[in-house]
């Protein structure tokens, strides 16, 4: 059984930063790409950015220039720094990450709420 748990949600100021984090864990052979992707009401869930397992961060437009993505490959953990957030930032804030159970398998996180407001 695998699951992704994320946390460090919350409710922050227009400027202020949060970090999120989202742990794999169970019986993991392999993990390649993990993202984060954010559901604000209303809306469709959209992707923010992503890690591959070698690394490298791919950014969308909503992530691009205050968000930044990284990971520790070692405790299967992926995190999401965001800084200088708005108001429009707020959103559920999901993890997805492809896991060789095997096989290879897509696993979503539960959500973690960021608000973002004065």
């Known amino acids: 059984q695998v699951q992704l748990v994320e946390s460090g949600g919350g409710l922050v100021q227009p400027g202020g930063s949060l970090r999120v984090s989202c742990a794999a864990s169970g019986s993991i052979f392999s993990v390649a790409d993990m993202g984060w992707y954010r559901q604000a009401p209303g809306k469709e869930r959209e992707l923010v950015a992503l890690?591959?397992?070698?690394?490298?961060?791919k950014y969308s437009d909503s992530g691009k220039g205050r968000f930044t993505i990284s990971r520790d490959s070692a405790k299967n953990t992926v995190y999401l720094q965001m800084n200088s957030l708005k108001p429009e930032d707020t959103a559920v804030y999901y993890c997805?990450?492809?896991?060789?159970?095997?096989?290879?398998?897509?696993?979503w996180g539960q959500g973690t709420q960021v608000t973002v407001s004065s």
């Open positions: 890690i591959t397992r070698g690394g490298s961060p």
């Open positions: 997805k990450a492809q896991i060789y159970v095997p096989p290879w398998t897509v696993y």
